[in-house]
């Protein structure tokens, strides 16, 4: 027989099990606690009963660990499992045509028919038997037992062992190995800190944190404002580069070709006499002052978060040491940064295909590793899309398997398809298009797509409404509505979120010109002096927010996020709940910050866990404001000038059997 | 260095290759002369050029064709070739970072910005030379010269040569190997006859085809519909089984458990002492008469499709000479077909997992071949979702590698994923839900399912308004306009369709019982006598819409498929077209057979190739009215006791040049 097929008997098919990223190519993420929650469609031919099973593990564990799917509609069967320690976790899903369960599904069936069963009951007991001779001595017994039973003349006692749930489940452990159909692939699950899942970052340059106006601010200085940071409800802590700052072709001012010899230089402009990527910044301190910093902010339940940029200043020592990790031109000078026709000349990119590759790279890690050793264990990792991916995806498992607890945050702005690549390889949390989702339907559209889709399995946005590089046309035009705005957008729909903070609380919005958006006056390129005691600072507003986040577990995940209707097209309303919907969160934002709208809600009434004929109250949780609802058609109006935001819990009133009312 | 990355100069990320069904498992499905376009995502890491290729073969060509992929928007990028015979095709993609093409893409924004380009000339040089080590003589030659020219002293010269986009294919053929990226699968293409995507079947019973009342039927006297059915315009004829039909426990008239001694019994009751599977039942005659029968449709055009039913009455010859096929029961009887607590005793169903299985198998595959040999090259596959999935994943494979052209219809009338997985496994078309589609929202949803997703790759749908199974209740009750909508419906939403004919064309609507879609005096179980000549016959009206098919090839594929707004909801909008837009059809149809219903249309008019400002003429090719139109917005009115369905042929009136218009 020509082409005979093997597994004739595999009649199993197993199909298009979720959360599978790219055929199993990537791992999903999950935070510690966290469950995962596995789908496959299986079926077979014909009319018989099958069983299937869950499979996972921690990577490194012997036994697979194991649990019955169970079936749902349309062939889709489901099972989920709790990732409970940090690491790897491995899963996979195995199905068989189950013929003891098939024959008891019908016997049940012929029962009640009122059918002569003798014959049945003799195929029964053979089935037994044979799953006896698979079984350990003491399943062995027990199944003989009952196929005995099943051959004796007593009628009534055929029919209870025959029909025993327990007999089925006992049998079920005992499949013939060739008719077991194993899903082609084991696929990961990367176990992060549930900081992963939820944050609330505070970005702000050392050098600007002197009291005195003029004296470049110190690492020590730094440590004083953590108490304001720890206060406004911020827990990871973000400084630009902190390395020593290169003087060869130095940028000055918004960002001028040359610098006076008083100008500080570009964080990011990496490397001096004094050191390289491992080196603290005289003018800030030392890798001690890092340690003290680190060890304050962690006193706080802060982490601190270094900005890990891989480019060199001409005058990095590996320029000199390395000279082979650069990359040569025909004159023999290094080849520069540029995106032509612009040049960086500021900046030496490192040759990734150098045939030194391998010192390279493992000195690249040892960077991370070295920073580990100080305490520190969040990077935000700068422009990793100009940076081969290859070289990520060895590198972040290279230390994560050391160190399974550090955050790699991946700052690539860049277009969709090579940022969600990014995440796949194993960046824990990705900057994203947030700060350019400004009207509806884009938020709409651009959230459902990342907390809906499979995306949600691999990508963790963090969402940033300013950066040191990003001062959006809106909030240059805005107000400070629009600061209000994007900060409770910010918070709201991310889980995960980041200010960079003096320049947000303080509003500042003045770009160096018209279309673009970079400050004016940047902190890049400059020391600043911030008057965090404004009494117009956002930062009482901000503690506000971090705390309703704190205290509202809905907040602290994507997973539940859903958009809601509401007639007015500068509206947008989403809820969150957590899974229990014991805490349900909803929010309506005017996306306008220079008008006054109102609109009629259209609710998603099962997505709050509302009936329709039971009254609720909305609680905004900024303004203290209480409203009584009922349905899912309810009008709001929002004054971008008093506060453009509701952030409401919602508090269903649960009737009881005993007919008596409470809020949750 | 522990865990070095292989490949760490294999810089493009390839993801999302398209069509590829499963990962790969699965091969896409095409007729004659279609083309397949393949798109895949492509990028890398910076900001550095890529080439991409398509590669293409008929299997068993040694060498691969190729062409360059071209980039679309958003990373993605697309090809596509024509698969020029039948058979089996493979494709697969492959891509590289191109340094030459970074280089004069670069060059070319360096020249207009005015840059001194003395180095970069000579990188050129350097790339074009290393080019040169890989390239084939000829090649080799080519590019030295061009390098050599590159380090000329004569500016005007070295630009010419740096930006000649021949230089460019010319080093894009020669790729360093160590970093090109293929797509890790080559994907396959089944190639079937043009019929297998436009076709139009007429299924009717031999034996009842005499003209005398009261005799049995023959081949011969059924060769004597077959001008009419010419006529018609159908294209493929089906034949309920031919074989000798069993005696023991053989069905009589309406399903009933005993059957007279007249009785003929059903046809899927196969096997007597006269015959299996491969024999015809003596009193239609002989496979003589079968070859005759097949040849003369063949004349017509019309090839003979019959049913293969793999299931045996207990007096098929198989039963005594191979009882090692079927499945004994503890008495030694033989199991009988049966879905608990039904039984059937009449069937016996073959044991797929016998211990003789291989043998089993070649013995069906040899039925497929035996009718082959006769002339057939198109099989109605009786229940196949009741036989193993790997039998078929065999046996399909196993009969078209000898006979390409064989078309296999799947009749798996059962839950969706495993109808999808045996048109996956290489069931030609498939029977499908279309029967119980009958309401705007779900006619909508499912054909959107069907053709506008990738199930279009691999699931070729053939709607049956009837079998001899399924009287509808929508045909039951809605008396003759119910008949013309589903035919209209049929054969306009689907490239092939079928009816099962007498019945449908007199619209025999009489249920067995009520709440069954059996037909009263089934044909299954009786010789029937159908009237042809009847005045009120649809005869004519399928005839002018099978005509309308052929000379409109919009209606040949389902690719095109869109449906448009109505703003009534017993009203469905939809349309086809070519390619090319040079044959657009639209079709409206009123699903109610009762009620005279109206509405007005919201067209996409760029589907339908139509700007919004011209007016155009719909014809309709039924009843022959022209109506001019214009926009996306007119109104139409159904009745469905005149005509429920308009099938209008769109003619644009296109403005040239020269201002003068005509219609096309």
Known sequence: MRNQPAGGRQRVILEDLQPEIDGGKFPIKRVLGESVTVEVDAFTDGHEALTCILLFRLEGEEEWRSLALLPLANDRWQGGFEVASLGRWRYTVRGWV????????????????????????????ELLEETARRADPDAARKLRESAEALRSPLTEEKSRVALDPALLDLAARFPD????????????VVVDPERARFSAWYEFFPRSAAEEPGRHGTLADAERWLPDIHTMGFDVVYLPPIHPIGSTKRKGPNNAL??????????????????????????????EDLRTFVAAARELGIDTALDIAFQCSPDHPWVRDHPQWFRKRPDNTIQYAENPPKKYEDIYPFDFESEDWPALWEALRDVFLFWIEQGVRVFRVDNPH?????FWAWLIPEVKARHPETIFLSEAFTRPKPMYYLAKLGFTQSYNYFPWRNVK????????????TPVREFFRPNLWPNTPDILTEYLQHGGRPAFVIRLALAATLGASYGLYGPAFELYEHAARKAGTEEYLDSEKYEIRRWDRDRPDSLAPLIARINRIRRENPALQTNATLRFHGIDNGELVCYSKTTPALDNVMLMIVNLNPHHRHAGWTSLDLDALGLAADQAYEVHDLVSDARYLWQGGRNFVELNPHVLPAHIFRVRRRIRHEQDFE???
């Open 441 to 452: 339907w884009e938020i709409e559209q651009y959230f459902t797509e990342l907390t809906q």
């Open 662 to 664: 409470y809020y949750t």
């Open 258 to 287: 040359t610098a006076g010899p008083e100008d500080p230089g570009s964080p990011w402009a990496i490397g001096a006499a004094e050191g390289g990527h491992t080196a603290v910044h005289p003018e800030l301190g030392t890798v």
């Open 177 to 188: 190995p060739e008719t077991v159909v194993s899903w082609p692939r084991e696929l990961g």
């Open 386 to 390: 100009t940076k081969p991916f290859p």
């Open 98 to 125: 189950d013929p003891f369960r098939t024959w008891q599904r019908d016997l049940a069936k012929r029962l009640a028919a009122g059918q002569d069963l003798a014959v049945d009951y003799l195929i029964g007991a």
